[in-house]
């Protein structure tokens, strides 16, 4: 079974930066259809970023411009770039991968942005 780790999270100022990053127990990018998702409390889980194994990538609107979603096949890992961070986008992040018959999710990494 596939394992993912969420890590880089944290408290940010408005129009800051963070980086999360997705680290897979083994190589999956390329038969796993990557995305990052959130949840805001009060809120239903929306997705942010996708990424699929040939490397195409969306992205939810409220977030086209400003965030990016990458990949190191060396490293397993997966990472979402944020930039000019906004109070709406105080979430917790989760890494989420998925094939036809799997769906495995990191245990989400908290996002703050805050003066």
């Known amino acids: 079974q596939v394992q993912l780790v969420d890590a880089g999270g944290g408290l940010v100022q408005p129009g800051g930066s963070l980086r999360l990053s997705c680290a897979a127990s083994?190589?999956?990018?390329?038969?796993?259809?990557m995305d990052w998702y959130r949840q805001a409390p009060g809120n239903s889980r929306e997705l942010v970023a996708r990424?699929?194994?040939?490397?195409?990538?969306n992205y939810a609107d409220s977030v086209k411009g400003r965030f990016t979603i990458t990949r190191d096949n060396t490293k397993n890992t997966l990472y979402l770039q944020m930039n000019t961070l906004k109070p709406e986008d105080t979430a917790v992040y989760y890494c989420?991968?998925?094939?036809?018959?799997?769906?495995?999710w990191g245990q989400g990494t908290q996002v703050t942005v805050s003066s």
């Open positions: 083994r190589s999956i990018f390329s038969t796993y259809i």
């Open positions: 990424m699929n194994p040939r490397g195409s990538t």
């Open positions: 989420h991968g998925q094939t036809l018959n799997t769906h495995v």
